[in-house]
């Protein structure tokens, strides 16, 4: 039976076990990240903590993700995943057993964050230059990506209520316990893969120049550029709203570890969304020039969500808040892992996760300080009106954008040449 459009990438059995392994792990990862932010809290009292602990979890993507990058190109990537994904299990069991034994501290915590981000600084890039492995070559890989964007964020749609409602009753520890048991799901879809892996090459200039090379391709051409720029403004500035979700949800609107898995899923609903809207497209023409309109709408329903106090208000406006941030990253990863050599992916798609992901912490940091002085509301208020004037910036660009992609998306098929004559 023949797939629709938007299941393409199913054909293709190792992209399902992936699918199916990934899946699972996500869920039990965000059940693990919601089980963190709510137990800091709830041992510190402390915002500034929370901005830390995902400054901990992220930083790794902003220092390591280039270097990363490189290490991956030369190596299977199937390898790496086996090496990332045990890595990260003996992690999460290592907490299980602190939160399990009462020992559990607030920087014990922070810690398991810092180590759980370097893990994820090499995992990040090997999964995203994985998937044209996993289909077979770049026919299907927007939608592979799209999907699996989807899946990400499913995850964090699902993870975050299960997880709430999971500890409201379980307990905490079984935050980190559950999680443990999810990587089972991950390491078993890998070892059950049939893949030919591509050749790695070795550059001739060494590490320096292999990491140069990746810097000059995405930064070296004015759209891939542009996109890059507006990504890492995106989630400098709108993306530690989910830093501050604890606040939010004890504070603004007196709840408990169930109101915040609503508030973090009512985002990553948001996020699968957009991933449905990207599966349903047959090409990546036009994604450029949706970014700015996603990256906008993220920034003002942000700046609203700061301003209501009823629950059932601000989850619509997180929704569309998720929505626009990942439909910014994902439209640029799609654009990037389209567009760019074999040879480079891995560093391609590091220079991508330094741009969304690597930017986070900082943001995170800046945004948990200034909630010291200024209050959580403000400080998100005024990072959601950065991420519109960015969007606003880039959108000024866009008739050089446009040119300027139009020749190498004629090159790769992408839209048709220009006629004879």
């Known amino acids: 039976m023949a797939l629709p459009q938007s299941l393409r990438a199913f054909q293709h059995r190792n992209y399902r076990l992936y699918f199916f392994g990934q899946g699972t792990s996500q869920i039990g990862t965000w059940m693990q990240l919601i089980a963190t932010s709510w137990l800091i ?14 400054f901990a979890l992220q930083i790794s993507f902003l220092v390591l993700a280039p270097v990363a990058g490189v290490l991956v190109d030369r190596m299977v990537k199937r390898k790496v995943l086996y090496a990332t994904q045990g ?3 003996a992690q999460s069991l290592v907490m299980f057993g602190l939160v399990a034994s009462g020992r559990i501290e607030a920087w014990h915590l922070v810690l398991g964050n810092f180590v759980l981000g370097i893990v994820n600084a090499f995992d990040s890039p090997a999964r995203q230059s994985f998937l044209v492995e996993l289909v077979g070559g770049r ?16 995850a964090r749609f699902v993870g975050p209520m299960i997880g709430g ?11 980190f316990g559950l999680n443990s048991l999810s990587y089972l799901a991950v390491l078993g879809a890998l070892a059950a893969m049939r893949t030919s892996p591509r ?32 990504l890492a403004a995106v989630s400098f500035f709108a993306q530690p709203y989910q830093s501050l979700m ?14 915040l898995g609503l508030l973090i899923g009512a985002g990553g ?24 309109i996603s990256a906008a709408i993220a920034g003002l329903a942000l700046t609203a969500f700061t301003f209501t106090h009823q629950l059932w208000l601000a989850l619509p406006l997180i929704f569309l808040t998720g929505m626009g941030i990942m439909l910014t990253a994902a439209s640029t990863n799609t654009v990037l892992q389209t567009i760019v050599e074999d040879r480079l992916r891995a560093r391609v798609a590091a220079l991508y996760i330094m741009a969304f992901l690597g930017m986070s912490p900082l943001g995170a940091l800046l945004a948990g300080t200034l909630s010291r002085y200024a209050g959580p509301p403000l400080t998100l208020a005024l990072g959601g009106l950065c991420a519109a004037a960015a969007a606003a910036a880039y959108a000024s660009k ?24």
């Open 41 to 54: 809290y709830r041992l510190s009292g402390s915002a500034f903590l929370l901005g830390l602990a995902a």
């Open 87 to 89: 890595t990260a299990l």
């Open 139 to 154: 026919q299907d890989l927007p939608n592979a990506i799209a999907l699996s964007s989807g899946l990400m964020n499913g």
């Open 165 to 175: 409602a999971v500890i409201a009753t379980a307990g905490v520890s079984w935050g």
């Open 199 to 230: 050749a790695p090459e070795h550059g001739s200039g060494g590490w320096a120049g292999e990491l140069m090379a990746g810097f000059r391709y995405a930064y070296g051409f004015l759209p891939t550029r542009s996109a890059l720029l507006l």
């Open 246 to 259: 604890p606040w939010f949800a004890k504070e603004a609107f007196h709840g408990n570890s169930a109101t």
């Open 269 to 292: 609903f948001g996020a699968v969304s957009g991933m449905v809207y990207l599966a349903t497209l047959s090409s990546i023409r036009g994604l450029l020039r949706r970014l700015p």
């Open 398 to 421: 866009l008739p050089a954008i446009r040119r300027e992609i139009r020749p190498l998306y004629q090159r790769l098929g992408i839209i048709p040449p220009p006629e004879a004559g």
